[in-house]
């Protein structure tokens, strides 16, 4: 149970930083109303996936959750957000870096993670986001009063303040979540998981994406370990890495304006992963 709080405690305090960066700006766009401030977040907001995805590739599960504030608020894109989270290995990276006869998978992962994540930003964001309904497509339209934070705060408090108070009450979310799903798998058995995984023959790759569903680092290392292991396909592997996320899902689920925009992720990472690997699968690789 130590060990379960501790890593709980672990991946919360990581992502601190990022997520106070995060309410800093949502703090500052809602109390500020310029123009000039308007127009460069507008502006910014149609290529923002391709800077997600470069950010996503970054070995710090904070950028997914930074990510995930900031849609939720109304700040970034849909697009943007896939990006991010497509293209987090979360703990992969450190796990394949510690084996140096396997850095030529490791690249292979990262630039084809990343390509997939830049297709699947661009493609939401510059045509299939027009055919959802604005609360779902996310992204700044250009008034700042569109930016919502989703907590109230005492009118007198400073910036600094807010974003730290925000910042605190979802840290306090996610670690109580991710000491949950922890005692779960706890529970359940990581040889119950891999046993699983390894009789499901073509289509492996469906249920890695699933399991890299599960919020928190478990589901990056668990994953890495049986691909070192080779009880997974590189196919497979890089399926549930392209839906794990880290703490990203458990902090949409906080910040989101609705439930439809979390399922609408959670189909999304799942469809992409079990495609891109099954497709991987198919070429043989």
Same mark, same amino acid.
């Given at each position: 149970? &130590?060990? @379960?709080? =501790?890593?709980? !405690? #672990? ?7 990022? %997520?106070?960066? +995060?309410? /800093? ?88 993670? &990343?390509? @997939?994540? =830049?297709?699947? !930003? #661009? ?7 027009? %055919?959802?309904? +604005?609360? /779902? ?88 370990? &049986? ?59």
């Amino acid at each position: 149970m &130590l060990d @379960i709080l =501790l890593d709980a !405690g #672990l991946d919360s305090v990581k992502m601190l930083p990022f %997520l106070y960066l +995060a309410y /800093l700006l949502i703090e500052w766009i809602e109390r500020t109303r310029g123009s000039r401030i308007e127009a460069l977040l507008a502006e910014g907001s149609r290529w923002g996936a391709a800077v997600g995805a470069l950010l996503g590739t970054i070995p710090q599960c904070g950028f997914s959750a930074m990510a995930a504030s900031l849609y939720g608020s109304g700040v970034i894109t849909l697009g943007t957000l896939m990006a991010v989270f497509i293209a987090t290995s979360d703990e992969a990276i450190p796990m394949l870096l510690a084996v140096p006869e396997r850095w030529p998978e490791l690249a292979m992962l990262i630039l084809i993670k &990343l390509c @997939i994540a =830049l297709a699947v !930003g #661009l493609l939401l964001d510059l045509v299939v986001t027009r %055919l959802l309904p +604005a609360p /779902l497509r996310g992204g700044f339209t250009g008034k700042a009063a569109a930016v919502d934070c989703h907590e109230e705060h005492e009118e007198e408090q400073g910036i600094w303040m807010a974003a730290l108070t925000h910042t605190l009450q979802i840290f306090v979310y996610i670690f109580l979540f991710s000491a949950g799903i922890g005692i779960l798998i706890a529970l359940v058995g990581e040889e119950q998981f891999a046993g699983f995984l390894q009789q499901t023959g073509p289509f492996q790759p469906v249920i890695a994406s699933l399991v890299g569903l599960i919020p928190g680092c478990f589901s990056s290392v668990l994953l890495t370990e &049986l691909y070192l292991s080779g009880t997974l396909r590189f196919s497979s592997a890089l399926a549930g890495l392209c839906s794990a996320t880290g703490v990203g899902l458990v902090t949409l689920l906080r910040t989101s304006r609705s439930l439809r925009q979390t399922l609408l992720v959670l189909l999304l990472l799942w469809g992409i992963g079990a495609a891109s690997g099954l497709l991987l699968g198919t070429l043989g690789i």
